[in-house]
């Protein structure tokens, strides 16, 4: 693992997880923002338990700490069945997923994160178990060979990922329902903060909240993490409340910026502005001045600063905006001249 960023969607820890668990919403009503995907799920929910069948199989993509696992958790609860979770990466084997498909009950859900990471041969396993719901199992060899089916009980495979373009063109369409989770705007995220704090039973004035949601990255993981902090520090510095004063105390002395920016995002920033000269410079290059692995630039620095503006990504690699400039207190180098002579030939 990475080191730990405060500002990471990731899980850090499962103490954290259970953290984070308690403020999970259960129902698509509880479920804030993203309000076309909600309305799809609910119809699609609502259609499944009029036929009395399980729902399609769905993937949701997007970086950590949207709202996956959250929804598969309510769809499950919606569907009024069990919930069945796995990492990809923790499966090697058909014989892995044997156990966990065999637990399913009607209409229950098979929630498999990272799941880019399924190796081929389990990948190919899964097709006719998401069709058809049968596994197909070869006993013995040669000329004793047996093809065994097991049938299953109807269920939804729930995937999520965070790299949907790694996913193979074969898994991908075999699920009824893609759809990417994007970072919420502020506004949701304020909503959560205050839904977080009447949870935990936190005194947070509003403009507390509007000050937290800027700065935690579109990510309500991120926003309930920095509202937990700045709790522990407004109980140990102050008498528990939680002003826009104390949360911009908390959130400076972890080292997080107006912007939401961490030490790393603005390290990552500084490398391309100092040493690239602001771009265009290749990933790689960055990961290696940074010492850094380039997928972790990728999976958890890049996507916020693509999406608040600061980074663009063009043919050539990766390029500093101009608001970036101004957020390193740089001011921006001038933009390109017009080529005077050509443009002289092509007016006269
Ligand atoms: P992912 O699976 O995408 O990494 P999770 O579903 O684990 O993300 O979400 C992390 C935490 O953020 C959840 O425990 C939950 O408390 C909170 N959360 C996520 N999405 C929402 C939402 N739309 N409304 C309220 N809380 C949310």
């Known amino acids: 693992m990475s080191r730990q960023r405060i500002v990471t969607g990731e899980a850090l820890s499962t103490e954290e997880e259970v953290f984070h668990y308690t403020l999970r919403p259960k129902t698509l009503d509880e479920f804030i923002g993203h309000r076309p995907l909600v309305e799809k799920l609910r119809i699609a929910l609502e259609a499944a338990r009029q036929r009395e069948e399980p729902i399609e199989h769905i993937i949701f993509y997007g970086p950590p700490g949207l709202g996956k696992t959250t929804l598969a958790y309510i769809a499950a609860h919606e569907m009024r069945a069990a919930l069945v979770t796995a990492s990809a990466p923790a499966i090697t084997r058909p014989a892995d997923l044997m156990g966990l498909l065999t637990n399913l009950e009607t209409g229950g859900v098979l929630f498999l994160d990272e799941i880019h990471r399924l190796p081929v041969t389990v990948e190919e396993f899964l097709y006719p178990v998401m069709e058809e719901f049968k596994v197909d199992f070869l006993i013995d060899k040669g000329p004793f060979a047996k093809k065994i089916h097991i049938p299953l009980k109807p269920f939804t495979l729930i995937g999520a990922t965070t790299r949907a373009g790694l996913l193979s063109a074969p898994l991908r369409a075999r699920f009824g329902i893609l759809h990417h989770l994007d970072f919420y705007p502020p ?21 507390a909240a509007t000050l937290l949601s800027e700065r935690a990255r579109g990510t309500p993981r991120v926003a309930n993490r920095l509202l937990r902090r700045v709790r522990d520090y407004a109980e140990v510095k102050g008498d528990g409340r939680v002003t826009p004063e104390v949360a911009e105390k908390a959130l400076g002395l972890e080292g997080i910026d107006m ?61 500093l905006t101009e608001a970036a400039h101004h957020h390193l207190g740089q001011s921006p180098p001038p933009a390109a001249q017009p080529d005077l002579w050509t443009q002289g030939k092509s007016s006269g």
């Open 187 to 207: 506004e949701d995220l304020a909503q959560i903060i205050r839904r977080s704090a009447a949870i935990l039973k936190i005194r947070l004035d509003p403009d």
């Open 259 to 319: 912007a939401g920016l961490d030490e790393l995002d603005r390290k990552f920033l500084r490398t391309i502005l100092d040493t690239y000269r602001g771009g265009p410079v290749g990933i790689e290059a960055v990961a290696a001045s940074l010492n850094e692995e380039s997928d972790t630039l990728c999976e958890l620095v890049e996507p916020f600063l693509l999406k608040s503006g600061l980074l663009s990504r063009t043919r050539n690699g990766r390029c």
